[in-house]
């Protein structure tokens, strides 16, 4: 297609409100399923509505976008996303393609630059031999440098014998002494001793995230700390940004047990005002591929292993219940069934003791919640609790033959269960994990669309609400046209260059109907192209955070 250009004719002055129309594209919004053009002012959505009227309202005082059937959509929000540990990644070392311990060791061996080797992203399970490097063999091919290489889960890494000396993980749990993998107490240690960071360090890692974001097309990303993954440091320079012009909008959460609601509430101020609640990565449980998510029934490929809860009931219930009394946001990591036992047993417990009321009033999440019956559905609908999942983790590792059958057998049928949550009137909202899966908002969706289990899809719709609208509502946040572009509504969007536009279903059948103009069912760009949709701008609240050099051409 034709790349959208600014047409010609006079800028309006720098310092009079900003008011600019965008024409001749597709305008995604509930005001008007047709629509084809949008004026901004200033930080506002104006107007919506047709290329005719559009027409009798353009003046020489306007930025006039050119579309060329581009699409105009509300723009994302990641609800779970890890901005410092995304910054590494796309700066360090790449491991998501080597499938072998001593392609990892090569890579190792040619990383260059100095200090300590970081990288992400190895997976032993899509390995023919699944051994994995000793802490010799590391320390060897980085020529003495240390070594911290996070798994793709980030909940287990490998390091070097050095590393391993300086975070003194010596007789801790989760380190043998020989092996190159850490879980666990030593995982924790050896993370934060490889993020010995300056704050110039730090600052570049998130600022890198935030771009690679913005030009992405999300206006907004939920960032997921706690005192295991970086410390408080890392969530007040990530808040500072929202201080800042051009920047995705940091939404904070910090994930540190409360014992009492004074115990929450001095919490939440030593770690800064704009914290959104005590609902970070605040972990009862681990990850499936590194068999620490907790599970009611032995792992399939591991006999005698069910994985690891981190919090008991009676901690989980005093952080639920003191962060009710606050009326703040509590939360968890929650993979398997067990620990999701434990969050709901938790949850009884707290609103016998401080009031069911009060339980749905703070709108508390849990966070990936993979592994839940209907009983558990039932239960998170009625406490209005919010499930953030990571829809790509499904395309990753669902299937036949992927990660979750390996470790699961046939319960991997009963991972991560979209249609589910959404029948059972359970609020979800979606996110990527970033760097556990990239912030690749379209290809999430098509996750949705393509669920490994049929009875669990749904449809672009419904997946595009979650990564949009909902971001905003799991917030709490008071608008409640965020999210939307209707007049009136914050201008937060991104225009995507698209191939085609169509209404896309869990069910073929539905398709025939709904592409009928008369049914006014708003389109997405097409996924089964083999491609994304492109970016070419990003801005929030008016302000451009990104535009494609192609975008004013």
């Known amino acids: 297609m034709n790349q959208p250009g600014l047409s010609a004719g006079d800028r309006p002055n720098e310092n009079v409100r900003k008011v600019t129309l965008y024409r001749n594209?597709?305008?995604?919004?509930?005001?008007?399923?047709?629509?084809?053009?949008?004026?901004?002012?200033?930080?506002?959505?104006?107007w919506v509505g047709s290329e005719q009227a559009a027409t009798s309202i353009a003046d020489s005082t306007m930025d006039v976008i050119d579309l060329r059937g581009a699409l105009v959509a509300p723009g994302f929000v990641d609800s779970h996303a890890h901005l410092t540990e995304t910054g590494l990644a796309l700066a360090g070392l790449s491991l998501t393609g080597v499938r072998s311990a001593r392609e990892l060791l090569d890579a190792v061996a040619a990383a260059g630059g100095t200090g300590t080797v970081i990288g992400h992203g190895w997976d032993e399970t899509t390995w023919q031999d699944a051994t994995l490097p000793t802490l010799e063999e590391l320390e060897q091919a980085s020529g003495g440098r240390q070594v911290y290489l996070s798994r793709i889960d980030v909940h287990s890494a490998l390091v070097s014998s050095s590393l391993a000396a300086s975070a003194g993980l010596a007789g801790m749990d989760g380190f043998t002494g020989d092996s190159g993998r850490v879980v666990r107490t030593a995982h924790t240690a050896a993370r934060l001793a490889a993020r010995r960071f300056s704050d110039t360090e730090r600052s570049g890692y998130q600022e890198q995230a935030l771009h690679h974001?913005?030009?992405?097309?999300?206006v907004a990303l939920a960032e997921m700390s706690?005192?295991?993954i970086c410390g408080p440091e890392d969530l007040r320079m990530a808040m500072s940004w929202n201080r800042q012009p051009g920047k995705p909008q940091v939404l904070p959460y910090w994930g540190e047990l409360a014992s009492s609601e004074d115990h929450a509430r001095s919490i939440l101020d030593s770690v800064g005002p704009e914290v959104l609640g005590l609902a970070g990565d605040l972990n009862i449980d681990g990850s499936i591929g590194s068999r620490t998510a907790a599970l009611r029934q032995d792992y399939s490929d591991a006999p005698g292993q069910r994985g690891n809860l981190y919090l008991s009931v009676d901690e989980a219930v005093k952080h639920l219940a003191a962060c009710s009394l606050l009326g703040v946001q509590a939360g968890f990591h929650i993979i398997g069934d067990a620990g999701l036992d434990v969050a709901?047993?938790?949850?009884?417990?707290?609103?016998?003791?401080?009031?069911?009321?009060?339980i749905?009033?703070?709108?508390?999440?849990?966070?990936?919640?993979?592994?839940?019956?209907?009983?558990?559905?039932?239960?998170?609908a009625r406490y209005s609790v919010t499930v953030s999942m990571q829809p790509s983790f499904d395309a990753v590792w669902g299937g036949p033959g992927g990660l979750y059958e390996q470790r699961l057998g046939g319960r991997s049928k009963a991972?991560?269960?979209?249609?589910?949550?959404?029948?059972?009137?359970?609020?979800?909202?979606?996110?990527?994990?970033?760097?556990?899966?990239?912030l690749s908002p379209w290809s999430s969706i098509r996750a949705c669309l393509e669920h490994s289990n049929p009875d669990q899809r749904i449809s672009a719709r419904a997946a595009f609400l979650g990564h949009t609208r909902a971001g905003w509502r799991a917030t709490k946040h008071r608008n409640p046209l965020m999210g939307q572009l209707v007049p009136g509504a914050p201008a937060s969007f991104a225009v995507w260059e698209i191939e085609e536009l169509m209404v896309q279903v869990a069910d073929s059948r539905v398709q025939s109907w709904s592409t009928d103009p008369r049914a006014r069912t708003p389109l997405l760009p097409a996924l089964d192209t083999g491609t994304d949709p492109v970016c070419l701008q990003t801005v929030r609240e008016g302000q451009e955070l990104f535009a494609h050099e192609s975008l004013r051409v």
């Open 25 to 46: 594209g597709s305008i995604y919004t509930a005001a008007d399923p047709f629509a084809t053009a949008m004026v901004v002012d200033g930080d506002t959505v104006a």
């Open 213 to 218: 974001a913005a030009s992405n097309g999300y």
């Open 226 to 228: 706690a005192p295991h």
């Open 344 to 358: 709901l047993d938790a949850l009884d417990a707290a609103a016998a003791e401080v009031g069911e009321q009060r």
């Open 360 to 380: 749905r009033a703070a709108g508390h999440r849990f966070e990936h919640v993979e592994l839940a019956d209907q009983p558990a559905v039932d239960k998170l």
């Open 415 to 438: 991972m991560n269960t979209f249609a589910a949550f959404y029948a059972s009137g359970v609020p979800i909202t979606f996110g990527s994990d970033s760097p556990v899966t990239p």
